[in-house]
């Protein structure tokens, strides 16, 4: 299929990175949802996004129309209002006569009216009449008003639109620009159609806020950054087109410098075109990458984003010492009061700023502090060299040749880092995946794992993992993050260092949270007594300065532990792990996963009021269940009378606010498994996990409660209590026997 660009600025196939959710707003034109929202990291390729979504459903034709509108920065909302309202009429006949040139070209209202279709001429007619009206009327507001219902006009005569707006540009607006753009986002949202909105993550929800339908009940798209091997495919494919000659090597050190970002890397790309630059050695890219710090795109990108939110050039030396003072901290951050104090400035403009910084991403501000993006390369070399010239007075001369210094050192320690993350195992990644699996305990202790396993083959060692007896029930994992977003004293990466917050069982009580602090620590043979001591220790002092009470330890080395260091994590309740160990546990929980979602078992749910003998109705559906499964009719029996005497517990015991009970019928192959929950407390006399019974008073008192419990264990296979969030479940599992 051959791609024509419309609005987009780089070709289709060079449009790395993004083919899932470009797909998911094309496709999202033709459903009956109506709001979706792209949530975007600063300088992602957001923009050529909608713009690409444009292209793409111009050319595929059929309904709807297309209609893409940009906001530009510093624009009043009244030339906004009317450019909004030009380009809805002018793309609408651009894709009614199926000629792309005229959804951007400089036409006026009147062309609009000589271009329109026959069967559209008098719509344009009233539409521009009312628009001149509007004018002329002299009223400001309702002339906005009257262009931002374009697409509503359009839609009540019976034309179907697909809006694209493109907020981006809008990362700080001005109060009447964000009035705008609400209004705009009502506006298209009353059309009840599918439409895009797209900004910035950390200001697009404020710019629709008032709309019917804002981000939380809508779809989300969350646009990240590129991954590495999507950067590098950008950066050779920009390359391509602008004749520049790469390496490998230098398109890895690029995409890790500039963060994988398209803005920055198209940016570099094009300085080197216009210098005549070769990209083939790290010197050369690093030249360049300082001279366009120092003067070119990258200085001109963050030398707007503080000049927008700055106006006095004090204000911005001021701004730039606290800024560079705060990233030279241990910590990076420092007090909002502090700042306000040291800058000098009103509340307005103080949090103008503040919000700028922000939104940008290029520092966090969150409480009491903020907290300056160290992970940005090119904003932190930009910080440190404009604080050199502009605050600490240093020549140019001087501070080009350090930085280009510096940047040549830290090369190659970059690139270590890249390969030292490709060479992780993710442990993040994997923990994030723990979900109360069962999972085989020798997995997790070097020792067992080698006095059995060591030197046999794949296939013997998957056999023997499959009858081991000794399980460990992993915890529920509800968040995971690396431990340097933690502490800045732990020396490892966010690939290799985790901190994991779950609870065991998926029980969410204080006793049952659990903190897993999970390490790759480097060495080439069996990791020492030492090595491993040390890790130990640096683990647990995280959790004494977070306050974590309930925490297990997990080290991972290549190659295991030695002797003495597995005594050493036996002896403070640690899991130790090789590399083997881990792949091994990955697999099964990768796999776990797929065939869960390859091999979903039909479901059943019903929900019926307590008392008033309902029970039985439940019991007659779950009878044709079973009936359907094969069941013989001594189990069927089983099964009913099971379910009616958990009903009857649920209504007797639960404290439920609705008086409802929540039953789930599952078919599997060779069981059917009955779920029966309520809201409300767990009775005192249930509190045992897996059915078991706690004799409590009242039961010795009232002897039939306790009888029911013991009926159901004896006429089901398996009976399990649980906690769920708001309330109890009885799950119980009949086998289907031959």
């Known amino acids: 299929m051959i791609h024509q660009r419309i609005f987009s600025q780089v070709s289709?196939?060079?449009?790395?990175?993004?083919?899932?959710?470009?797909?998911?707003?094309?496709?999202h034109g033709s459903s009956d949802r109506h709001g979706l929202i792209v949530q975007a990291v600063p300088g992602v390729g957001a923009a050529e996004l909608m713009r690409q979504a444009y292209d793409q459903l111009f050319a595929r034709r059929g309904q709807p129309v297309p209609i893409h509108f940009a906001f530009k920065s510093g624009e009043t909302p009244l030339d906004a209002a009317r450019r909004f309202f030009q380009s809805s009429l002018q793309q609408y006949i651009a894709y009614q006569r199926v000629d792309s040139s005229l959804s951007e070209a400089q036409l006026s209202v009147r062309d609009l009216l000589e271009l329109a279709l026959p069967g559209d001429y008098e719509l344009m007619s009233d539409l521009i009449e009312g628009f001149e009206r509007a004018r002329s009327g002299g009223h400001e507001?309702?002339?906005?008003?009257?262009?931002?219902?374009?697409?509503?006009?359009?839609?009540?005569?019976?034309?179907?639109?697909?809006?694209?707006?493109?907020?981006?540009?809008?990362?700080?607006?001005?109060?009447?620009?964000?009035?705008?753009?609400?209004?705009?986002?009502?506006?298209?949202?009353?059309?009840?159609?599918?439409?895009?909105?797209?900004?910035?993550?950390?200001?697009?929800?404020?710019?629709?806020?008032?709309?019917?339908?804002?981000?939380?009940?809508?779809?989300?798209?969350?646009?990240?950054?590129?991954?590495?091997?999507?950067?590098?495919?950008?950066?050779?494919?920009?390359?391509?087109?602008?004749?520049?000659?790469?390496?490998?090597?230098?398109?890895?050190?690029?995409?890790?410098?500039?963060?994988?970002?398209?803005?920055?890397?198209?940016?570099?790309?094009?300085?080197?075109?216009?210098?005549?630059?070769?990209?083939?050695?790290?010197?050369?890219?690093q030249r360049l990458y300082v001279d366009e710090l120092m003067g070119g795109r990258i200085h001109r990108h963050f030398s707007r984003i503080l000049d927008a939110a700055i106006a006095n050039p004090q204000t911005r030396k001021a701004l730039l010492r606290v800024l560079f003072e705060s990233a030279s901290s241990g910590a990076h951050k420092s007090s909002l009061w502090a700042w306000k104090k040291r800058l000098g400035v009103d509340a307005a403009e103080f949090e103008r700023i503040v919000d700028a910084l922000h939104v940008h991403e290029l520092a966090n501000s969150s409480g009491a502090f903020i907290e300056i993006s160290a992970e940005s390369y090119a904003w932190m070399d930009y910080l440190r060299a404009h604080y050199r010239l502009e605050v600490a007075g240093e020549g140019r001369a001087l501070v080009?040749?350090?930085?280009?210094?510096?940047?040549?050192?830290?090369?190659?320690?970059?690139?270590?880092?890249?390969?030292?993350?490709?060479a992780a195992l993710g442990l993040r990644d994997l923990i994030s995946d723990f979900n109360c699996q069962s999972v085989p305990a020798s997995l997790f202790h070097y020792d067992r794992f080698a006095a059995v396993h060591k030197g046999e083959d794949p296939d013997t060692v998957d056999a023997a993992l499959d009858s081991e007896a000794d399980l460990i029930r992993l915890p529920q994992i509800v968040h995971a993050a690396g431990c340097n977003a933690y502490s800045?004293?732990?020396?490892?990466?966010?690939?290799?260092?985790?901190?994991?917050?779950?609870?065991?069982?998926?029980?969410?009580?204080?006793?049952?949270?659990?903190?897993?602090?999970?390490?790759?620590?480097?060495?080439?043979?069996?990791?020492?007594?030492?090595?491993?001591?040390?890790?130990?220790?640096?683990?647990?002092?995280?959790?004494?300065?977070?306050?974590?009470?309930?925490?297990?330890?997990?080290?991972?080395?290549?190659?295991?532990?030695?002797?003495?260091?597995?005594?050493?994590?036996?002896?403070?309740?640690?899991?130790?792990?090789?590399?083997?160990?881990?792949?091994?546990?990955?697999?099964?929980?990768?796999?776990?996963?797929?065939?869960?979602a390859e091999n979903q078992p039909n479901e059943y749910e019903m929900v019926i009021p307590m008392g008033a003998d309902t029970e039985l109705i439940a019991a007659h559906t779950v009878e044709q269940i079973a009936r359907r499964m094969s069941f013989g009719p001594e189990a069927i029996n089983q099964i009913k009378t099971a379910l009616i005497e958990a009903c009857i517990n649920a209504a007797e015991h639960s404290l439920s606010p609705d008086r409802k009970i929540y039953q789930r019928f599952r078919v599997e192959n060779d069981k059917l498994v009955v779920t029966v929950a309520s809201r409300g407390v767990m009775p005192a006399s249930l509190t045992g996990h897996n059915g078991q019974q706690v004799d409590t008073k009242e039961e010795k008192e009232n002897g039939r409660r306790g009888w029911g419990l013991k009926l159901i264990q004896t006429l089901m296979d398996e009976v399990e209590f649980e906690r769920v969030d708001d309330g109890t479940q009885l799950r119980m599992t009949k086998y289907r026997r031959p």
């Open 400 to 422: 080009v040749a350090t930085t280009l210094l510096d940047c040549l050192k830290r090369a190659p320690q970059a690139m270590a880092r890249k390969y030292r993350r490709e």
């Open 488 to 596: 800045t004293s732990i020396p490892c990466d966010g690939e290799r260092c985790a901190v994991a917050h779950g609870f065991e069982a998926a029980d969410y009580t204080d006793e049952n949270e659990i903190v897993w602090l999970a390490a790759e620590i480097d060495s080439k043979l069996e990791a020492s007594r030492e090595l491993t001591s040390e890790w130990c220790d640096r683990l647990s002092t995280l959790a004494r300065e977070c306050g974590f009470e309930r925490v297990r330890l997990w080290l991972v080395a290549p190659e295991g532990f030695s002797p003495e260091a597995c005594r050493l994590l036996k002896r403070r309740a640690a899991y130790g792990s090789s590399r083997r160990q881990v792949e091994l546990l990955t697999a099964r929980i990768k796999s776990t996963a797929r065939a869960d």
């Open 141 to 285: 507001r309702d002339l906005v008003r009257f262009c931002l219902n374009a697409p509503y006009r359009l839609s009540a005569a019976g034309r179907t639109v697909f809006c694209l707006i493109d907020c981006t540009q809008l990362a700080t607006p001005s109060k009447d620009e964000a009035m705008l753009a609400q209004e705009m986002t009502a506006a298209v949202a009353r059309l009840n159609r599918p439409y895009v909105i797209a900004g910035l993550r950390r200001q697009v929800a404020g710019l629709i806020h008032g709309t019917n339908e804002g981000p939380d009940q809508g779809e989300i798209i969350h646009l990240e950054r590129l991954d590495d091997d999507e950067a590098r495919t950008l950066i050779d494919g920009a390359a391509r087109r602008y004749a520049i000659e790469t390496n490998e090597p230098t398109r890895d050190l690029v995409a890790q410098q500039l963060n994988a970002s398209p803005f920055f890397i198209n940016g570099l790309i094009q300085a080197a075109r216009e210098s005549k630059t070769p990209l083939t050695s790290f010197l050369n890219c």
């Open 12 to 27: 289709r196939d060079e449009f790395v990175g993004r083919d899932a959710e470009l797909q998911q707003i094309v496709r």
